[in-house]
């Protein structure tokens, strides 16, 4: 056990303050320091683990193994979260990743401060979290920084801020991002302005016409009372989305195929990504930009309904304010500028952060110059929040030895390290690695209208 930290957990009242904290009792006034706490079952038995909350109020797992090969992965979450912060999700977060933690990596993962969209703040979070470990627990050997989906703009922009300059010791080894929605939000997030407005031009009714109306980029309305569950009736009754295609009528389904066809989404995420650009882009327009407006549809070119003219004719249409384009620029948007390798893993058929934003993210790096220190991994899946066990370990062994040995690993030499993981993380002796080591996506424009 740590010395610094043992001198903290003696006490059983401290052990009983982290259980109250993970099973959602008040939050302390104060930070509090790392304690031990029971870890995710999914983590090996002889693992110790911490639970904690910073001094700017985001809760925080960390879990060091027996193993620990003296690498820290520091991780970037998904989302973002619309609600207050809890440990809930740092601590379902290590659980998730847990094949790292057998694999000998230490893991920290923090809750972000708060809720609700902002890319530089949870990346400032990212960075307290590294610094706190290495003032209880130590320098470790490597510190490599992951990113998982919005958690990879986040990573991105971390790697930016705190990666270090030339010429001096970075505080990150390298980073890799997985599922990435890259690119800064107003690209990555198109998309989603696109489904709001080809929906409400198929379904009108989000809103209804006996609804106060509003520009769909807002999201929602401030007060608005319509819930999650309101929305999913909507959606399925214009739609019949939920139901078995066989009981749903043919205007139903043959609205379904235009939104689907035209905005270029699976079914199984219509409602999620709805519900993204509902109440996701009521934080951002509302909560971040004063009301102000970062997306814009004016010249965008809709296709591949039944009738395209018509379509474009009634859809509706707006322009970006100019600060609020610049203000979610500046938050979310990379510079291409890493200092540090970088590695990335993108499912081809993801359901939920299109792989073409991996393209948008290699011209921003190659732009800025720094090509070299990217390298992009595609595996034939279709999932967006975890993919294939045995890849995660595979990715983070080239990172260090590229972070080691400066040997720039290649799309092949991550699919063979993944096979040797293969009988060891994979599922049941299953085919587990998807790597496709030739794929290359094409440019994002191919699958979002161009702005």
């Known amino acids: 056990m740590f010395p610094r930290v043992a001198a903290r957990i003696a006490s059983l009242s401290a052990l009983c303050l982290v259980l109250s904290v993970l099973a959602g009792g008040p939050a302390r ?12 079952r999914e983590i090996p038995a002889d693992t110790n683990c911490y639970a904690g909350r910073d001094t700017a109020g985001a809760y925080y797992w960390i879990a060091i193994p027996a193993n620990w090969n003296r690498v820290l992965v520091v991780h970037a979450h998904g989302g973002p979260d619309l609600g207050p912060p809890t440990p809930r999700r740092s601590h379902a977060d290590l659980a998730r990743w847990s094949v790292l933690v057998k694999a000998g990596y230490a893991w920290a993962g923090s809750s972000y401060r708060r809720g609700g969209y902002g890319v530089t703040m949870a990346a400032e979070d990212v960075e307290r979290l590294r610094r706190l470990f290495l003032r209880e627990f130590g320098q470790p050997r490597r510190t490599l920084l992951h990113g998982q989906s919005y958690g990879a703009s986040v990573a991105a922009k971390a790697a930016e801020l705190f ?17 990435g929605l890259l690119g800064g939000a107003p690209a990555a997030y198109a998309f989603r302005l696109d489904l709001r407005v080809v929906y409400q031009y198929v379904c009108r009714n989000h809103p209804r ?22 929305l999913a009736a909507r959606i399925r009754s214009c739609t019949g989305i ?36 509902t109440w996701m882009f009521r934080d951002i327009t509302q909560e971040r930009l004063q009301g102000r407006n970062p997306f814009d549809n004016h010249a965008a070119v809709y296709a591949d309904s039944s009738d395209d003219a018509a379509l474009n004719a009634g859809v509706a249409r707006y322009r970006a304010d100019p600060l609020a384009l610049g203000q979610l620029l500046a938050d979310s948007r990379p510079t291409g500028r890493i200092p540090v390798p970088v590695l990335t893993l993108h499912a081809i058929h993801d359901p939920t952060a299109p792989v073409e934003l991996e393209s948008l993210y290699r011209a921003i790096v190659h732009h800025a110059g720094h090509g070299d220190r990217l390298v992009q991994v595609y595996t034939d899946e279709a999932e967006h929040s975890y993919l294939s066990a045995p890849e ?19 799309p092949a030499l991550v699919a063979a390290l993944c096979k040797r993981y293969e009988k060891e993380y994979g599922d049941g002796g299953r085919e587990a690695c998807h790597v496709a080591p030739g794929y290359k996506p094409p440019p994002l424009g191919t699958r979002v209208p161009a702005r």
């Open 209 to 230: 016409p006996d609804e106060p109306q509003y520009p769909l980029w807002m999201g929602l309305l401030p007060d608005s009372p319509l819930t999650h569950a309101e």
């Open 163 to 179: 990666g270090g300059v030339e010429g001096k010791t970075a505080p990150y080894d390298g980073v890799v991002l997985t599922s």
């Open 242 to 277: 939920g139901l078995p295609p066989a009981q749903r009528s043919a205007e139903q389904s043959a609205r379904l195929r235009t939104i689907l066809s035209v905005v270029k989404i699976p079914e199984r995420t219509f409602v999620s990504h709805m519900n993204w650009a």
């Open 392 to 410: 995660y370990p595979a990715l983070f062994a080239a990172l260090l030895d590229w972070a080691d040995k400066g040997e720039k690993p290649t």
């Open 29 to 40: 006034a104060q930070p509090a320091l790392p304690q031990l706490a029971p870890c995710p």
